[in-house]
């Protein structure tokens, strides 16, 4: 898995590729706490079109990120969701508290 | 004879793709839909995640997996040798987590549930954990 950060205003923009799992968990939420911090993001789109694979260890660390900026007053959106991520994100019931797109 | 194969991984989190593509990559024999084999693939991947995760909680150990090809149907053994688990029914509740800190959303037993056609957990405290779990064509 790799990741791209883009920020925007107080806006942070994640592109992440690859696989998603309690292995590369770890990178996406060092790498994602980091930029948060240093340039206080307040809200955080997830941008998840090259994403491949996701399990529950995504669905620990999407909500950890979202428990951080709705703190911040902010909004999480997923973006560009693939069917088999979708199906993960649905079962977790991410999607009714999170904005998602496909 | 039917068709199987057999793996044995150090509990490391490097092996959580390794496995879970292995296992697909064995279940393409059986004239699954490629939903089929993502699904295989989460649910394995819950699996040893919670092997290595809990029943090791990240120290040495063995994860051992063994496939078998059985009527059209895909039938998938993980087990570790470690800690076990006390009570069963509760730590299969949706979002039961004995790891929140860990960020864990409890959650990996209901994907296993939800993605897999069958799914028998058997535990024994201070002996290990034995997952077994099902996908059939079809099914
Ligand atoms: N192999 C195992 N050995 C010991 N305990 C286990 C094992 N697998 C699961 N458990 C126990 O069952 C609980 C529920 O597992 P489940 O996979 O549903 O959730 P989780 O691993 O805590 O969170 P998530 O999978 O969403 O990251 C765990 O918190 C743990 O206490
Ligand atoms: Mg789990």
Avoid: W
Wanted: glycine share 8%; proline share 2%.
């Amino acid at each position: 898995m790799d990741i791209k950060l883009e920020t925007i205003g107080t806006t942070l923009v994640v592109k992440i590729n690859g696989e998603i799992d309690h292995h590369t968990a770890q990178v996406f939420k060092s790498e994602v706490d980091r930029e948060i911090n240093l340039r206080n993001i307040v809200n955080l789109v997830l941008d998840f079109d090259g994403v491949t694979f996701m399990d529950s260890s995504g669905i620990g660390v999407v909500v950890g990120r979202y428990k951080e900026i709705t703190a911040r007053g902010g909004k999480v959106m997923i973006i560009r969701v693939k069917p088999q991520v979708d199906k993960i994100l649905e079962i977790s019931g991410l999607k009714t508290i999170l904005e998602c797109s496909h | 004879m039917e068709n199987y194969m057999k793996l044995e991984v150090p509990a490391k989190s490097i092996n959580e793709s390794f496995v879970r593509a292995v296992v697909a990559a064995f279940s393409v024999q059986l004239d699954l839909s490629v939903e089929d084999l993502a699904d295989i693939k989460t649910a394995v991947s819950e699996a040893v995640t919670n092997s290595i995760v809990h029943g090791y909680a990240n120290m040495k150990g063995i994860v051992k997996v063994v496939c078998k090809v059985v009527d059209g149907c895909i039938e998938i053994e993980i087990s570790d040798f470690g800690v076990g688990i006390e009570d069963v029914s509760m730590a299969m509740q949706p979002l039961f987590t004995s790891k929140p800190e860990c960020e864990r959303s409890g959650m990996g037993f209901t994907v296993m549930q939800t993605f897999m056609d069958d799914l028998v957990v058997k535990s024994k405290p201070g002996e290990g954990t034995v997952i077994t779990m099902k996908k059939c064509i079809g099914g």
